[in-house]
T-cell receptor, first 112, second 112 residues
Framework: DADVTQTPRNRITKTGKRIMLECSQTKGHDRMYWYRQDPGLGLRLIYYSFDVKDINKGEISDGYSVSRQAQAKFSLSLESAIPNQTALYFC???????????FGDGTRLSIL | EDQVTQSPEALRLQEGESSSLNCSYT??????LFWYRQDPGKGPEFLFT???AGEEKEKERLKATLTKKESFLHITAPKPEDSATYLC?????????????FGKGTLLTVNP
């Protein structure tokens, strides 16, 4: 089983819909992150959480919200989806600041 | 602002033809430089962390090196299974030390 699991793997939805992407991990890491990946732009940080009570905005948080339900679970929500939020979304975890982040296999999100 | 530039954007090699990928960076006090491999439809897979200039890490046909301004990923006698996108990321020290800044990647294709 994967250490970092993202659901769903693919999602097609319409403009204006509310969408939730979920991430769960079995690595026992405290730190969790949400990124989006766009062609030609690389990976960009949306939100991050260093523990259950700590949530922080990344560089592109507008239009997104998150919930850290437990140490192992971190969800990303798009309250009212718009087409330019079409992208690959990745969840990642890490143990310490200077340790590598470990990524899930992503959710491919298309907003029509 | 932290910046990471990877070159070339794409590289096509014949099996057995060694080469290097470049990652140039500007960062306020480097805490760590990370190399990842990403296969289509998958999340980035961690390869190496380098912490200080002069450091080298090796894994099978891959060797990563670090100077004060850039990192190289050397690929010796590559095989078709080495085909992937290789991502470089830097983490700065200081107040923004949660953040990884990613390059846009180098797409490596190894032909049999």
């Amino acid at each position: 089983d994967a250490d970092v699991t993202q659901t769903p793997r693919n999602r097609i939805t319409k403009t204006g819909k509310r969408i939730m992407l979920e991430c769960s991990q079995t690595k026992g890491h405290d730190r969790m992150y949400w990124y989006r990946q766009d062609p030609g732009l690389g990976l960009r940080l949306i939100y991050y959480s260093f523990d259950v009570k700590d949530i922080n905005k990344g560089e592109i948080s507008d239009g997104y919200s998150v919930s850290r339900q437990a140490q192992a679970k971190f969800s990303l929500s798009l309250e009212s989806a718009i087409p330019n939020q079409t992208a690959l979304y990745f969840c990642a975890t890490s143990n310490r600041i200077d340790q590598p982040q470990h990524f899930g296999d992503g959710t491919r999100l298309s907003i029509l | 602002e932290d910046q990471v530039t990877q070159s070339p954007e794409a590289l096509r090699l014949q099996e057995g033809e060694s080469s290097s990928l470049n990652c140039s960076y500007t960062v306020s006090g480097l805490r760590g430089l990370f190399w990842y491999r990403q296969d289509p439809g998958k999340g980035p897979e961690f390869l190496f962390t380098l912490y200080s200039a002069g450091e080298e890490k090796e894994k099978e046909r891959l060797k990563a090196t670090l100077t004060k301004k850039e990192s190289f990923l050397h690929i010796t006698a590559p095989k078709p299974e080495d085909s992937a996108t290789y991502l470089c990321a830097v983490q700065a020290g200081g107040g923004s030390n949660y953040k990884l800044t990613f390059g846009k990647g180098t797409l490596l294709t190894v032909n049999p």
